[in-house]
């Protein structure tokens, strides 16, 4: 999958053309979807309101002439070799779509978040990307980012849970009770430190 079905080679020195245009979609539509350390601990399917972009039509790219790739020769002594790169200005489709002339659907798509996923990471929720013509949609990456908690953070693996304390609890014991992240109440205690 890395070389999108493509034998390795086949994609090293640019493949069969027919067989690049059969692998052509539209572009991957990059979102940040803020969490909160409930969602992350007990893991939870978030409704998410996604704003769809819709081209029914586009123009032929003008830099690669709609072929989606650049060939240069280039020449190494007696020997001349092609360097056959994908075009960046039409992203390898051959075509440039005009963000003018996109329409804007609003749809709801559901996001599963793992429980325990990383800050940071990404997830792909395949095939609902953006809409370019006839071109299969893309995907949506998915970056997750941690909501700021008052009572609670994260080091590494470890949930961090900070206690204030005044003097005298800190000298006599303390007896403290949270509501945990997955709902329940847990009790942080210390005992008298004078002997």
């Not at 072929?67 to 020997?79: A, F, N």
């Not at 070799?81 to 329409?103: L, M, P, R, V």
């Not at 990404?122 to 995907?139: K, V």
């Not at 909501?147 to 006599?172: A, G, M, P, R, V």
Request: aromatic share 12%; with cysteine.
């Amino acid at each position: 999958e890395f070389f999108g079905g493509a034998h390795p080679f086949s994609a090293f020195f640019g493949g069969n053309p027919h067989q690049r245009n059969l692998q052509k979609k539209g572009k991957n539509k990059n979102i940040e979807l803020e969490v909160s350390l409930e969602e992350i601990f007990n893991g939870k399917t978030i409704n998410y309101r996604l704003l769809k972009k819709i081209w029914s039509s586009c123009e032929k790219c003008k830099h690669c002439d709609g072929k989606g790739q650049k060939v240069e020769m280039i020449q190494m002594g007696p020997m001349i070799t092609q360097n056959i790169q994908q075009c960046h200005f039409c992203s390898g489709n051959g075509d440039i779509y005009n963000e003018k002339f996109a329409n804007v659907k609003e749809q709801i798509i559901q996001i599963p978040i793992p429980r325990g996923i990383p800050n940071g990471h990404r997830l792909a929720i395949r095939g609902e990307g953006d809409l370019y013509g006839n071109l299969p949609p893309g995907d949506v990456i998915v970056t997750i980012k941690y909501k700021h908690h008052k009572n609670f953070s994260i080091s590494n693996f470890d949930i961090i849970y900070n206690i204030h304390l005044t003097f005298e609890e800190f000298l006599f014991g303390f007896e403290k009770s949270v509501k945990y992240l997955d709902g329940n109440d847990i009790t942080f205690y210390s005992e008298n430190i004078l002997f």
